[in-house]
């Protein structure tokens, strides 16, 4: 298997990865099929700014985001059991239960040690040390102007704080649990560690301060851009949505067996965060995982980073004992 080369590097020369949009399979059927499938993606994100933009106050709320992060996601689930991408990623019972299971983890014990000692604690720490008001001139922009700022800094963080668990070794115990996934569904995103899904969670956006209103807003970016990144759907999304955001596409390279191509595409939302910093490819890959698509059980998951963060303890740390243990090298007489 040669690759193809992309840039510095070589995509595709261990597992299939499929390179460049021309080469990319499009949805087949008739022209509703064709319409529904192109701007089923740009519709719904202009509806969910225009819902947080003109939403009175007493439903633009938190509660009312994740209740329509919940009804979205069920939709969603709908078109993949309806228009599977790969029929090898169709989800069965099994897997559903494990991914809500993850789901359930995310809404209730990581979410409840977050307000502890998550970003938005350590951001109100920092915020209490600082004069922040030479910088309400960042609540006079306009809100969707202070919307995108959110999206874009918070995923600038997202980008680093992810290029920095594939390059860093006790980051990357935590977030490689995440990458024995052999398909992409609705809600595989939930999938990981704890520890990961924890530091993948925090933010930087909190620090600008903004109004509720406009982060509401900002999430509609994540709610109806990065909740494609895993999806077994196949959309034709028009050319400036792929380059400006992470799509299906992208984030199937990323969780490709190929190392390279696991090696891109960073981003959550934002994938031209990913061209900036030369890291983006775009493509597909259908085969996907680690170890040649060996699936990681639950309990393994769940341990994975404290067992293998023990294991690396011990290597380095033994090795050094040993080390200095070992009797002094024999120096020949004079």
């Known amino acids: 298997m040669s690759g193809v080369r992309v840039g510095k590097r070589v995509i595709g020369a261990q597992a299939p990865v499929i390179v460049g949009w021309e080469n990319i399979p499009k949805v087949q059927g008739g022209p509703a099929k064709q319409f529904f ?78 307000g502890y000692i998550g970003d938005g604690a350590m951001i109100e720490a920092i915020q209490h040390s600082f004069d922040w008001e030479k910088f309400a001139w960042f609540t006079g922009l306009p809100l969707l102007v202070q919307a995108l700022m959110i999206s874009l800094v918070f995923d600038f963080g997202q980008y680093w704080m992810h290029r920095g668990m594939h390059n860093w070794h006790p980051l990357w115990l935590a977030h490689a649990p995440h990458h024995y996934i052999t398909q992409l569904n609705i809600n595989k995103g939930a999938v990981g560690n704890p520890v990961e899904l924890f530091l993948i969670g925090l933010g930087v956006g909190g620090f600008f301060d903004f109004v509720p209103r406009a982060a509401l807003l900002a999430g509609s970016f994540g709610l109806a851009v990065g909740t494609y990144q895993h999806i077994n759907v196949r959309f034709n999304s028009p050319r400036w949505w792929r380059f400006l955001f992470n799509t299906t596409e992208h984030h199937s390279v990323h969780h490709s067996q190929d190392y390279e191509a696991s090696r891109s595409n960073y981003s959550n939302t934002w994938v031209i965060i990913d061209r900036v910093f030369g890291t983006c490819v775009d493509g597909e890959a259908e085969l996907l995982g680690m170890e040649g698509g060996r699936p990681m059980s639950v309990r393994e998951t769940m341990t994975y980073t404290f067992t293998e963060g023990w294991k690396s303890i011990k290597e380095r740390f033994g090795r050094r004992s040993i080390g200095s243990m070992a009797p002094a090298p024999m120096v020949p007489a004079e």
């Open 37 to 114: 499938f192109t701007w089923f993606q740009p519709t719904m994100l202009f509806a969910l700014i225009a819902f947080w933009f003109y939403a009175p106050n007493s439903i633009a709320k938190a509660s009312t985001a994740i209740g329509i992060g919940i009804g979205f996601k069920v939709l969603l689930l709908g078109l993949e059991w309806l228009t599977p991408r790969h029929e090898s990623w169709r989800l069965t019972w099994k897997e559903l239960t494990t991914d809500l299971f993850y789901v359930g983890l995310g809404y209730t014990v990581l979410r409840m040690i977050d």
